[in-house]
Structures are given as C-alpha cells and as structure tokens.
C-alpha cells in the first residue's frame, strides 16, 4: 500500500498563477485533511474533510480552496498564487474520526515567486 | 486555542541516553497524541494517550498525562541515532488535531 500520495513534490509558482495540489490515500480513509506547515508555527490546518462531497474550513482557509469529489481524493486549490504561500504543504488522512491517528504524506514543498 | 506547546524546543543528546520533551495544553481534550518527523518526510503517529490514561508504553516509548497539568511527557530511552527526528504533541477536542511547534531531538552517536 503507498498510503498517502502528494502530487508535485515540489513546485515554483510566480505570484498569482494558480494551481492545484492531489493527494490520494488508498486506505478508504472517510477523513481527510491539508496542512501548511511554516518554519518556528508547526502545523496548521487549512481544511479538512469528514467525508466524500464534504470540506469545511480549519485554521487558515484563507486563499484556498478545497474539493472531495472522490473519496480517496482531496484537492487543494490555490486561485491567486502569493508569496505568503510559500510553505511546505501536508495532507492526511484518518479513520473513523478526526481525533485518531492521522497518516500523513510526504509533503509538497511550494514556492511562490 | 489548544494547541499543544513542546519543551524545550531542541534538545541534544549522546546515543544510549533518555531523551525526555514535555508539551503543555489549554483546554479540555479527548486524547493526547504524539508523533515524530524526519527530516524531508512527513508526520508518523507515534502513540495515542486518551483523557482516562496516565501513562502508556510502546517498545522505547513512554508516555504520561497529568490532565490536572494540561500536561504530557514523551520518554525515549537508550535513544538511538536514527530517533533524531522533530517531535511533535497534536491534542483533540472539540476540533480537528491541533499539533504544536515540536522538538527537535538530536541524538549524537
């Protein structure tokens, strides 16, 4: 089993391209969730989902967006690309609810010019 | 908020050494949990301690809560140079995980 995939590893955006982050987990995982992770502020959560057609907003939805059209897909979108988004990006993915375990990617590592 | 708070925020020991981090909370939780990252990778679940539990054990792992604190400590004993890694508390409660700052351990062989 891969887990958890993020697709690009890495990616350079000029300010205010768009793009979209994949992440795909083949565990049938009903949560899902993105994170920004930032150097000396840990983790943060951007969205999140508790179940396919689902999303709600976490702790800096701000400038994005996010689509579970699929189960064991979760997009996450960024329409107007700025320097304030630089960050390396995580997504996870949980079980049965959103206070167990989560199972985390690799991440993907997003510079915007 | 509830965000979990490690202490200290790095720590450096010599291989065969315990390696002790501690992470204080605000509010009321259903679960304590704490993972590791290598550098480069992302988050593992390390191990899960509920509000009800005050200590757990998993192989080199121990970990305590003192819920009266809005405590807990992670041990690592006779740490290893493949635990250097940044480790970090994410507490639950009436929201998603929310995952502190970490520590970042490095254990010298």
């Known amino acids: 089993n891969a887990g958890v995939t993020q697709t690009p590893k890495f990616r350079v955006l000029k300010t205010g391209q768009s793009m979209t982050l994949l992440c795909a987990q083949d565990m049938n995982h009903e949560y899902m969730y993105w994170y920004r992770q930032d150097p000396g502020m840990g983790l943060r959560l951007i969205h999140y989902?508790?179940?396919?057609?689902?999303?709600a907003k976490g702790e800096v939805p701000d400038g994005y967006n996010v689509s579970r059209l699929k189960k064991q897909n979760f997009l996450l979108g960024l329409e107007s690309a700025a320097p304030s988004q630089t960050s390396v990006y995580f997504c996870?993915?949980?079980?049965?609810?959103?206070?167990?375990?989560?199972?985390f990617g690799d991440g993907t590592r997003l510079s915007i010019l | 908020s509830q965000q979990g708070e490690e202490d200290p925020q790095a720590l450096s020991i010599q291989e065969g050494e315990n390696a002790t981090m501690n992470c204080s909370y605000k509010?009321?939780?259903?679960?304590l949990q704490w993972y590791r990252q290598n550098s480069g990778r992302g988050l593992v679940h390390l191990i899960l301690i509920r509000s009800n539990e005050r200590e757990k054990h998993s192989g080199r792992l121990r970990v305590t809560l003192d819920t009266s604190k809005k405590s807990s400590s992670l041990l690592i004993t006779a740490s290893r140079a493949a635990d250097t890694a940044s480790y970090f508390c994410?507490?639950?409660?009436?929201?998603?995980?929310?995952f502190g700052k970490g520590t970042r351990l490095s254990v010298i062989a």
């Open positions: 989902s508790v179940g396919e057609g689902t999303t």
């Open positions: 994410a507490t639950s409660g009436n929201t998603p995980l929310v």
């Open positions: 509010t009321s939780i259903n679960n």
């Open positions: 996870a993915s949980s079980s049965t609810g959103t206070d167990q375990p989560q199972h």
